[in-house]
């Protein structure tokens, strides 16, 4: 099921956006892991975020560690709370349901699909 993600925005350097995941169709998310990515210009789609399907493990990147953080409402939404926004922050970012891992071992591109067009987040310094 392709997910679509969304509350992308402009902002400041220091502060805060939430980012909504959810199929489009209004299929239940409760079965599986749901990860984040993100996208920057010629850069390769990195692992930002995972939380497995009753929330128990959950994945976040050295590089948000401490300032993002990845909730679920067990049934249709993925969110990521995205706090102490930087610069280098900025990107698309994609929510994709894992092909693979129920329990977020691996956060790789490769391993989530299908992907939706994702949402813009730019952080002006």
């Known amino acids: 099921v392709q997910l679509q993600a969304s509350g992308g925005g402009l902002v400041q350097a220091g502060g805060s956006l939430r980012l909504s995941c959810a199929a489009s169709?209004?299929?239940?998310?409760?079965?599986?892991?749901i990860g984040w990515f993100r996208q920057a210009p010629g850069k390769e789609r990195e692992g930002v975020a995972c939380i497995s399907p009753g929330g128990s493990t959950s994945y976040l990147a050295d590089s948000v560690k401490g300032r993002f953080a990845i909730s679920r409402d067990n049934a249709h939404t993925v969110y990521l709370q995205m706090n102490s926004l930087k610069p280098e922050d900025t990107a698309v970012y994609y929510c994709?349901?894992?092909?693979?891992?129920?329990?977020?071992?691996?956060?790789?591109?490769?391993?989530?699909?299908?992907w939706g067009q994702g949402t813009q987040v730019t952080v002006s310094s």
């Open positions: 169709s209004g299929f239940t998310l409760g079965f599986d892991a």
């Open positions: 994709a349901v894992s092909q693979a891992s129920r329990l977020c071992h691996r956060v790789r591109a490769i391993d989530f699909g299908p």
